[in-house]
């Protein structure tokens, strides 16, 4: 089964908050490997590098457990119960807490786009657009256009994201997380975790809408001169509009997947909107 849709019904800027029912692990950790092939003897623990913050031993949060043991009740990912795991019932606070701020990482990606599609829109009734000649008109026109399209079909490209998001949250779950990811030579840090291409593919076929429009989106802003009056950076669409892009921007993120609380972006005063709009051609990526 899959999560349920979080932001491809929702509108751009909307507050509510996702209702998170279970974190299904993503196709590309479920075809790794059988999970119910024999461990190597000893291969099994609890100690993936990539949730250490977690690991059991730890008295000031929610942790893992200190060794794989069978569940039974687990909410979040229904897959591990009735097999071993190193998640627990209680662990599920700490993984529903990150997949909501995945959700807002996502959301503010809507939200900022359709932000600068606003001031755009109120640029449209300003002194300064209406002073530009037709051409430039023309321009700021057709990259206002673009807005729409992209805004529809980021939903369904975000949620599938969000999917991905879930499965590398469950991967905690996982006791035999060795033969899934490479590590450094001192076998202390995952430098990579191995997903298979039929899963970016699955990726692809979520995200080519949204890149497509992605692309043109910010082909056009690039064009309009005028667009370089607002105030606000345009949200950077670049890792969504190739294949690779999408896989690579998705294979890092699943390095870190217990996100840390999201920073708010600092926006220009007014008085620095010539240097800031000087300065801007894409802004910097919400990380």
Known sequence: CRPPLVLAAAPANATRGPSVEQLPPFA????????????????ENCRNPLFST??????????????????????????????????????????????????EHFRRKMSHLHDFQLEMEGLKVSETYLRVDYAEKALFNKAFSTFNEALETAGTCFDTLLEYMAGALCFACDPRWKRKVLTNDAGT????????????????????????????????VGEASLAKAIISPIEDLSPFVSRIGVAEYMAAKALAPMRGPNENKLRAEPEEAVIAGERRRLGTPDV
Request: charged share 30%; with cysteine.
């Open 28 to 43: 590309a950790l479920r075809r790794l490997a059988d999970p119910d092939e024999m461990p190597f003897e000893g291969e």
């Open 54 to 103: 977690h690991w059991a031993g730890k008295s000031d949060i929610l942790h893992l457990n200190a060794e794989p043991s069978t569940q039974y009740d687990l909410r979040l990912c229904p897959f591990y119960n009735g097999r071993v795991a190193c998640c627990s019932a209680s662990f599920e606070a700490e993984q529903e807490e990150a997949f909501r701020r995945w959700v």
């Open 189 to 220: 840090a995952v430098v990579a975790v191995r997903v298979s291409e039929s899963s970016n593919e699955d990726l692809w076929v979520s995200c080519s809408e949204f890149a497509a429009a992605a692309d043109e989106l910010m082909a056009r």
